[in-house]
Structures are given as C-alpha cells and as structure tokens.
C-alpha cells in the first residue's frame, strides 16, 4: 500500500502561483507512475500532469502547458505540482496519484493509489 498526501491549496487570484506536494509513504520502494489529476464541481476527474514510471517522461494536458510544470524529490519521496499563471477556470480539487501501469497514464483508471485532495480556488 502506498498513501498519499496532498497540501499546498488554497485561494489565489487570477495570474497568481501555488505549489502543490504530494508526499508519499507506505511501500514506496516501488516505482511508480505519478500523476495529478484535478475535479471541478459537477465535471469529471481530468488529467493535469504525469511522470512516467521511469521518470524519464512528463506529460501535460494542453489546458495547463507552459503554466504548470510536475517535478518529484526522489529523496523525500515527494511529488510538486508548481502552479503559475492560474485561471479562475484552474479552480478545483487537485489530486495525487501513484500506480504500477506504464500505459494510459492520462486517465485515472491506470492509478491505484490516491490522495485525499487539495482544493485550489482562483478568484477573478
């Protein structure tokens, strides 16, 4: 079992920045596949960001390129989220997920483990 954290949310108006951590405990001696994923009201859970489970690879979706960039600290088995340029429509639940799959790892279906989530609300 893997458990994740997340912390960083909070209101920020419109332009501003925000880092989400995403701290993992448990059975981390695996890799694992790391992904963010956020849920307004109302919508579906979305793809934001991804590491492969190498590491060698990110992946955006086209709503946040350019603005959001996802980095890990392999030593403190942490996953970021740096969140810049925001828009009220970034508003949401932001979460973390871990899982074993090398493939489809822009749908939620592919992760196994999640966190609990963090709210983000940008204002106008």
């Known amino acids: 079992q893997v458990q994740l954290v997340e912390s960083g949310g909070g209101l920020v108006q419109a332009g501003g920045s925000l880092r989400l951590s995403c701290a993992a405990s448990?059975?981390?001696?695996?890799?694992?596949?790391m992904g963010w994923f956020r849920q307004a009201p109302g919508k579906e859970r979305e793809f934001v960001a991804r590491f492969s489970r190498s590491g060698s690879s990110t992946d955006y979706a086209d709503s946040v390129k350019g603005r959001f960039t996802i980095s890990r600290d392999n030593a403190k088995n942490t996953v970021y989220l740096q969140m810049n340029s925001l828009k009220p429509e970034d508003t949401a639940v932001y979460y973390c997920?871990?899982?074993?799959?090398?493939?489809?790892?822009?749908?939620?279906?592919?992760?196994?483990?999640w966190g609990q989530g963090t709210q983000v609300t940008v204002s106008s």
């Open positions: 997920a871990a899982g074993t799959t090398i493939v489809g790892l822009t749908s939620p279906v592919a992760y196994d483990y």
């Open positions: 448990g059975r981390t001696s695996g890799t694992y596949a």
